[in-house]
């Protein structure tokens, strides 16, 4: 057990050129987190609208939600990653970029569910107020609703983030040489373990500090709900 998995020669020979990956990941992590923050927002307001015109962009979005929420990021990758690609049609790519478009694609549609759940949870005499004052309706989505509903959902959408952290370890099956792809690669060099448990440590402790604020954030809003009340 010690040889195979906790081999400490190994462990610092190897940590170099995981660390590198690792690097890798957190490029991929940051552009996605972007692609992100932007689609499931612009997905989360198309579903919020309610006028009748607006019923075939809804249906859409909605559509769009419940496909990639159903669909296994590992599928995803597998289509866009190798099927896209395979048409001829686009440009030669790095393996990292159809990575991050699968990541943006699937993790969309989880933070535009939560973030209309936190629109809908804005109570309706907040639009009317800010309707009643002469805003608009991209002004009151802007100015009132948005604000509050990412207030009131902060913790869920921080946990999003966590999980789409360890999920950008997947974009190896592509060929993209990350933390995971290196710990691969130099198992099978060394015919020892260590790599992938070092690999799988520096995922840890890259997401120890967001796990401990989204902790913080969470417990902080409770406090603050219960203010006045006794539990």
């Not at 993790?107 to 009317?128: D, F, K, T």
């Not at 004052?133 to 509050?148: C, D, E, I, K």
């Not at 099956?173 to 710990?183: Q, T």
């Amino acid at each position: 057990m010690q040889r195979s998995f906790f081999d400490p020669q190994v462990a610092w020979e190897t940590l170099p050129d995981i660390l590198l990956g690792l690097w890798l990941n957190v490029r991929i992590l940051f552009a996605a987190s972007i692609g992100v923050a932007v689609l499931g927002t612009l997905l989360a307001v198309v579903r919020g609208l309610r006028s009748p015109v607006f019923f075939p962009l809804r249906m859409l979005a909605t559509g769009y939600t419940d496909l990639f929420r159903g669909l296994p990021l590992i599928i995803v990758l597998y289509l866009v990653g190798f099927g896209l690609p395979g048409l001829g049609v686009f440009p030669r790519l790095a393996p990292e970029f159809w990575g991050t478009i699968a990541i943006v694609l699937t993790y969309s549609s989880y933070v535009a569910e939560v973030l209309r759940a936190g629109m809908e949870a804005v109570h309706p005499s907040q639009r009317l107020a800010a309707r009643s004052l002469g805003l608009s309706h991209a002004q009151t989505l802007r100015l009132v609703v948005l604000p509050q509903a990412i207030r009131k959902v902060t913790p869920a959408l921080m946990n999003d983030f966590v999980s789409m952290q360890k999920d950008v370890g997947l974009v190896s099956i592509l060929g993209a040489v990350d933390a995971v792809r290196s710990a691969q690669i130099a198992q099978a060099e060394q015919t020892n373990f260590t790599p992938y448990l070092v690999a799988g440590l520096l995922f840890v402790l890259i997401s120890l500090p967001l796990i401990r604020v989204t902790d913080a954030v969470a417990r902080k809003q409770q406090q603050r709900e219960q203010i006045g009340g006794t539990v």
